[in-house]
């Protein structure tokens, strides 16, 4: 219990030392779409459930408690046609441990390149970014457990790129009144920075050859650092259940605000969810979310759950989310 204590102060200090800046431009956003049609369906409110693959996104503490051997695939057409897809594994090691891996990827389709006075060049070029990473978490306790994840992140558009290396932290802990408590800081690293062919000119403001080679300087930008504080409890009344959750979330790069979220399941076996994200943010743009799931046997010891979200934006178009989760 005290170790439990002394991580959970440090997680808390670590976050009120880094959330600084709460304004500005950051780079790889991608790391702030949530993964998941079960955690984006419940409004984003998954800090402290984290009961699947996905938790490596939201709480990487959530897999040591995840016994079983599992394959998630998550995918979503986002904004402007913009493909969002997430996928993770989680192996159960000895000594109430697991380790777990996940890739995140967020692809736009080929696009015309143009040039000021040359609409049509005949060029195509693509952009996109994202992360691998590798999870561990250990249950130190029958109450407490920790969790790490560390990813490799790169963004590119055409011959430009940038790339860094990130670390997230959790941590989970059961309390003896019921509700359980869930603590997360993401995307912890250094700053990014593009760099690549394009940023390559020619120039002659050092002497009179105007074919010496320059590299164009770009800004530095921070990685979307945020921490979540999360609360849930689940109610059983018969062979249906009640799960609640709160998540109070404070990025770097926006105003602090709350997801909420509810789920009610019927013989463990179909879901039916909702939500609110972003409540107190300033120039909320995220509404609300809907979701539901089913969970189905394959054989004596492999299943199979469906869950998808719907969820619903101010101004931009509604995003539709899909999962498939495979448990062995």
């Known amino acids: 219990m005290k170790i439990s204590i002394q991580i959970a102060g440090f997680l808390i200090l670590l976050s009120l030392s880094l959330a600084v800046d709460k304004a500005g431009t950051s780079a790889a956003k ?25 938790s490596m996104y939201w709480n990487p503490a959530g897999i040591a408690r995840i016994d079983k051997m599992e394959l998630y695939i998550d995918h979503s057409n986002w904004l402007a046609d913009i493909r969002y897809d997430y996928t993770g594994f989680i192996l159960p090691l000895k000594n109430s441990s697991s380790f777990g891996l996940n890739f995140t990827s967020l692809s736009i389709p080929e696009m015309n390149v143009t040039r000021y006075g040359e609409e049509e060049t005949g060029e ?15 249950n130190l ?18 011959r430009s790129h940038a790339s860094a290396i990130a670390l997230d932290v959790g941590t989970l802990f059961e309390t003896v009144f019921g509700p359980t408590i869930g603590m997360s800081i993401a995307n912890f690293g250094p700053k ?10 020619k120039t002659d403001d050092v002497s009179n050859n105007p074919d ?10 921070n ?41 009610v399941s019927f013989f463990d076996q179909v879901f039916v969810r909702a939500g609110a994200k972003s409540v107190f943010m300033v120039d909320r743009e995220e509404l609300f979310t809907i979701g ?14 469906l869950d998808f979200a719907y969820e619903v934006m101010r101004y931009l178009n509604h995003i539709l989310k899909f999962s498939i989760c495979l448990t062995n």
Request: glycine share 12%; net charge negative.
């Open 30 to 54: 991608f790391l702030s779409i949530g993964s998941g049609a079960k955690a984006v369906g419940m409004g984003g409110a998954y800090t402290s459930i984290a009961d699947d693959a996905s």
């Open 124 to 138: 195509t070029f693509r952009a996109g970014s994202y992360a691998i990473g590798s999870a561990w978490a250990m």
């Open 141 to 158: 306790t029958n109450r407490f457990s920790i969790g790490f994840n560390g990813k490799y992140i790169r963004e590119f558009i055409s």
């Open 192 to 201: 990014m920075q593009m760099g690549g062919a394009d940023l390559l000119i």
């Open 212 to 221: 010496i080679n320059a590299d164009l300087s770009t800004e530095q930008f």
């Open 223 to 263: 990685l979307p650092l945020v921490m979540r504080f999360g609360i849930s409890n689940r109610h059983l009344m018969g062979e249906m259940a009640v799960l609640w959750a709160v998540d109070a979330v404070s990025p770097m790069d926006n105003s602090e605000y709350l997801n909420m979220g509810c789920e």
């Open 292 to 305: 539901g799931g089913v969970k189905m046997s394959l054989f004596s010891h492999q299943n199979i759950q």
